[in-house]
């Protein structure tokens, strides 16, 4: 029954805000020291976010003052100050510590609203495991600023994948509609500051590509505010997601679409028609022009630890469908959809 879905699904949301809640705090103790060089960070969850990613080195800008700080893999603090200081010590770097040139293919990662980098920390290594992918896990501060913002920091990381030559993404929830941004972003760019790569896969993870009606629920809340920021006016169908969502581009490269559910039409959350995730209708997922669509079971906020999903999206990558047998369902067109 939809009931005790409800309550499963309450208390994955709680559990998760506490799991936000515990971070938040560890960061507020763990980076006192702003500018201290060679220092121990937390890798930038909820506040940073990153404006350059080379094998494992990240060049991160802080989302309230506007400082940049390059960190290495090891998530210590090597320099800070203009974001052209920190390039041009990470150039140092990649020769005084003969640091790979990047690889010619790579995965792009994208998290979703009220997560870090790390909540894709388990697919990221799934795919380089099982697929020998090379992947970038973008991270941004999901909840301050606003998806326009997150869209020109992630623009940045693409500008800046020197030698790469062909680039999928995986992104899940508001990740998506941050890689549909930049994709506009990127193309009103002049040619010459194009990066020199070519698309080929995208997998979406219950993406709100028709915006999010549970975000009109919750914008006019204080608490739902703090913790979600401007994205929750901007995904709401009755607030700001007309306006945002004329910008998207819709790829025009192979994507699919992996939608999370109940499978029975009725899904975990009584407020929403039909089967959903607990946040998102299956209907809302879908988006015109997709080569393949799939359901797997379960709830939004945990499709990325998803066993299904991370091996639908692999077999997406390695060869265009979800599904072992090669069936599939291609969007050609959506109607009536109801976030």
Excluded at 24 to 32: I, M, T
Excluded at 114 to 141: H, I, S
Excluded at 241 to 265: C, K, M, N, V, Y
Aim: charge should be negative.
């Amino acid at each position: 029954m939809k009931s005790t879905r409800q309550h499963h699904h309450f208390a994955a949301l709680v559990i998760e805000s506490l799991f936000f809640l515990t971070l938040l705090a560890a960061y507020a103790n763990a980076e006192p020291a702003l500018f201290g060089i060679g220092s121990q960070t937390l890798g930038g969850r909820f506040v940073w976010s990153d404006e350059v990613i080379y094998d494992g080195w990240r060049i991160q800008r802080h989302s309230s003052i506007g400082h940049y700080r390059l960190i290495d893999a090891n998530d210590r603090r090597r320099t800070f100050g203009t974001f052209e200081n920190c390039l041009a010590e990470l150039e140092r770097a990649k020769q005084v510590e003969k640091l790979p040139a990047l690889p010619k293919e790579v995965v792009v990662l994208v998290h979703g609203l009220g997560a870090a980098r790390q909540m894709m920390d388990g697919l990221a290594e799934y795919l380089v495991e099982e697929g020998g992918f090379n992947v970038v896990n973008f991270g941004y501060p999901s909840t301050v600023g606003d998806i326009d913002q997150h869209a020109k920091s992630l623009t940045s990381v693409l500008r800046h994948l020197d030698g790469v030559e062909t680039v999928n993404f995986v992104a899940h929830s508001m990740g998506n509609i941050v890689i549909r941004l930049a994709l506009t972003d990127l193309a009103s760019l002049p040619a010459s500051e194009q990066p020199d790569f070519t698309y080929n896969r995208f997998v979406m993870i219950a993406p709100p590509n028709h915006g999010a009606s549970m975000a009109d629920n919750f914008s006019e809340s204080k608490i739902a505010q703090l913790f979600a920021g401007e994205p929750l006016q901007q995904l709401a169908p009755g607030k700001g997601w007309q306006t945002l969502e004329q910008r998207l581009t819709t790829p025009s490269f192979e994507f699919g679409i992996i939608a999370g559910g109940h499978g029975d039409g009725e899904g975990y959350l009584a407020a929403i028609p039909g089967d959903d995730d607990g946040l998102l209708s299956v209907e809302t997922t879908q988006l015109a022009g997709a080569s393949d669509f799939v359901l797997a079971k379960g709830i939004h906020q945990l499709m990325p630890k998803n066993e299904q999903v991370r091996e639908y999206t692999l077999r997406f990558l390695q060869h265009g469908y979800f599904l072992p047998s090669g069936t599939k369902h291609p969007i050609t067109a959506v109607a009536g959809t109801t976030p």
